[in-house]
């Protein structure tokens, strides 16, 4: 594995741990665990398709799938926290891990989309 792979998926990881903790019997905190074990395992998933990609434009629409799946678990992330299942502070490490990691994926974008235009 290389080191933003390891990171992707230990960031998942740390989020199928929140997911884990938080109270199954309310409904509302269900559905949380559920949309955040979704969407933040997805990240990893897509990330893994996108260093399989068939072509440029294949890795670069992976990886913006990604960020999009980042976008949504930093939402489910702060909707924990501000509904009082996860003290937000708890939660602050993840919701920057998953700004930056959404940067990294961003300058790749950039860069793979440059690569294509001079193709």
Same mark, same amino acid.
């Given at each position: 594995?290389?080191? *933003?792979?390891?990171?992707?998926?230990?960031?998942?990881?740390?989020?199928?741990?929140?997911?884990?903790? *938080?109270?199954?019997?309310?409904?509302?905190?269900?559905?949380?665990?559920?949309?955040?074990?979704?969407?933040?395992?997805?990240?990893?998933?897509?990330?893994?398709?996108?260093?399989?990609?068939?072509?440029?434009?294949?890795?670069?629409?992976?990886?913006?799938?990604?960020?999009?799946?980042?976008?949504?678990? $930093?939402?489910?992330?702060? *909707?924990?926290?501000?509904?009082?299942?996860?003290?937000?502070?708890?939660?602050?490490?993840?919701?920057?891990?998953?700004?930056?990691?959404?940067?990294?994926?961003?300058?790749?974008?950039?860069?793979?989309?440059? $690569?294509?235009?001079?193709?």
């Amino acid at each position: 594995m290389n080191d *933003l792979e390891d990171r992707v998926v230990a960031f998942a990881a740390r989020c199928v741990k929140v997911c884990a903790a *938080l109270p199954v019997k309310n409904i509302g905190s269900a559905n949380f665990a559920d949309q955040l074990f979704r969407s933040s395992t997805s990240v990893a998933a897509n990330y893994a398709e996108a260093c399989e990609a068939e072509s440029g434009k294949d890795f670069v629409h992976k990886l913006k799938v990604s960020m999009k799946e980042l976008s949504e678990t $930093r939402i489910w992330l702060k *909707l924990i926290g501000e509904s009082g299942y996860v003290e937000k502070t708890k939660l602050a490490d993840l919701i920057t891990e998953s700004q930056e990691i959404s940067r990294i994926f961003g300058a790749s974008v950039s860069t793979a989309r440059k $690569r294509i235009c001079k193709q």
